[in-house]
């Protein structure tokens, strides 16, 4: 697979999540909060990868003077958004309340991180009790909605469904090791890589033997990307001539990967949707983006 043959099944990719995200715009006000909430990450999902498009785009005639650094950083980001995408509208077997929960959960955090910002932007100043003020209004609303979620008055349970949220279960509602935890973990108790393999396995049933190995792989993927977001020698001493189409399969596979995850997931709610698109006939390229990513992922697996 050549650079040109890349870059088309990227297009394909974006054309795609236009169609499911235009979907979702046209009819936002009939959704529920599940699907408004997806149309809001794919929305981010897709801006972000059309950026990471041009970049890519940018020198067509001559790959390696492409702003390499910036499309692997922005890549990376594209897996924390189907993360959260994931935890909080797609995980299968978590039922409503569950939802809710995680969902308040990500408020809270949301609150929290907006809470230390405020405290190192405006230490001292007074605007910033006013600041505070909304903040804690709306915390107490949020610790009621919580308080009254039919799941949170169960997490307390030490049983194996409510292990993921251990965390949190034994502290008291917005305590500071409460918050400590939540801000840990980003609102989401839930890792990447646990996401990927996941997700994985329903796509591949049968790979549930190589989980080790797959999550080895992306492990060793999620590290190449974060030598470009945090500046190390690796990514400050690759010149630009260097980067090979192993490189460039890299940043491109994964966003063709989650981008069409995150499709799947809504199209699987708008059946209608599905009809008119037809995905496997229009979009053939796509699954040949995603077997190369299986195969990225199966390297080494006998």
């Known amino acids: 697979m050549n650079y040109s043959e890349l870059l088309e099944i990227f297009t394909s990719s974006l ?3 236009n169609q499911v995200s235009n979907f979702l715009n046209k009819n936002y006000e009939r959704l529920d909060d599940k699907n408004k909430l997806r149309h809001r990450i794919l929305y981010r999902m897709k801006s972000t990868s059309t950026t990471i498009f041009h970049i890519l785009t940018q020198n067509i005639d001559n790959q390696n003077l492409v702003d390499f650094s910036s499309a692997a950083i922005l890549t990376r ?4 958004s189907y993360k959260t995408f994931y935890y909080l509208t797609s995980e299968a077997d978590i039922d409503e309340n569950e939802f809710k929960f995680r969902f308040l959960i990500f408020e809270a955090y949301d609150i929290f991180e907006r809470e230390e910002m405020i405290r190192g932007l405006k230490a001292g100043q007074i605007e910033a009790v006013i600041d505070f003020k909304e ?11 919580i308080n009254n979620n039919n799941f949170y008055k169960q997490i307390k349970i030490n049983n194996e469904e409510n292990k993921r949220y251990e965390d949190i279960r034994h502290k008291s509602l917005f305590s500071c090791t409460f918050k400590s935890s939540v801000v840990q973990m980003n609102g989401c108790f839930i890792k990447h890589k646990d996401v990927l393999l996941k997700r994985f396995i329903e796509i591949n049933p049968g790979y549930e033997q190589y989980k080790e190995k797959i999550q080895k792989r992306y492990g060793f993927l999620y ?8 500046i190390s020698p690796y990514s400050i001493s690759q010149p630009s001539n260097t980067i090979s189409i192993d490189d460039f399969k890299k940043v491109i596979l994964p966003i063709i990967f989650y981008l069409n995850i995150a499709n799947e997931d809504i199209l699987d709610a708008f059946p209608e949707l599905e009809e008119e698109i037809q995905v496997q006939t229009n979009y053939p390229d796509i699954f040949k983006g995603l077997d190369k990513f299986v195969e990225f992922l199966r390297c080494e697996i006998n």
């Open 15 to 17: 054309i795609l999540t």
């Open 77 to 80: 980001s594209i897996i924390e």
């Open 135 to 145: 903040l804690e209004e709306q915390l107490d609303e949020l610790k009621n909605s």
């Open 223 to 230: 590290k190449y990307l974060s030598n470009f977001v945090h």
